[in-house]
């Protein structure tokens, strides 16, 4: 069911990929640590290839269509789309210039998605990465929305209003889109996180503004790590120079004046 790359095709998906993780990953990791990262990769990659191969049996037994069972299903790509999930939720507001197009940060993996979408209409080829790319920018959305935890506040997922399942949607779908979310939140994922060392629940309905404060700080966070990674650039390049830094400009400047006395 799941086609190993073979071709040079494959290999340049294999590279994108590749180029993609890097990039993303280097956005997540200073503020998720690298085991945590890890951590997410195993588990969206895992819990997507489920949902495929689940959906593409139940497919057949409903069409008994044998074209379910033998397409060529693979790629990297429910990965790359969770952490797009990841850099919404921590970076919402982060705007980014796609060709002359400035788009917010928390828009991204849902411009992924219809973009999809459209795209398997007219391209046969690309229906076998439609349901990895879908899968996996839900998959990563449970994840972070009611699994992963958070060391500062004891807690697991984000509660926040912010990061809601309708966040992914115009404005004008969420009144649709609320009533529908939370029966499937109820269902499947309505367990609420607890804190460390007592056997008291949280959840945004029991402390309001709890979810907007964690999404605050991850969002804090998220700016500071950005804002230290641009920083970091003029400084390599004046090392790279040979040109001190300011400090050390300081420190020479004490030492010619104490000379001259």
Known sequence: MFA????QTSKQKVIMSIVGLLL?????????????L???????NL????CV????????????????????VSG?????????????????????????????AKWIPSIVAFTSVVVSFFVKESISYLPIILFGIYMSWIYLRYFQRSLEVGLKGDPSDEFSFSSFFPVFLRPVLDPIASIFHKLFCGRSAKPEGTGQTLDGSQFPG????EANRRRERGQRALEQRLAEKPAAVRNTEGTPPPKQQLEDAEDDASDEV
């Open 4 to 7: 190993l790359p073979a071709d």
């Open 24 to 36: 993303l990953g280097k956005v997540l990791e200073p503020l998720w640590g690298a085991k945590e």
């Open 38 to 44: 890890l951590k997410f990769i195993f588990i969206v």
């Open 47 to 50: 819990s997507t290839s489920a």
């Open 53 to 72: 191969f689940v959906t593409t049996i139940v497919l057949y037994y409903i069409t008994q269509e044998e074209t379910y069972l033998y397409t060529p």
């Open 76 to 104: 990297f790509y429910g990965v790359l789309s969770g952490l797009l999930v990841g850099i919404k939720q921590i970076l919402p507001d982060q705007e980014l210039n796609l060709f002359v197009l400035k788009i917010s």
């Open 210 to 213: 709890l979810g907007s404060i």
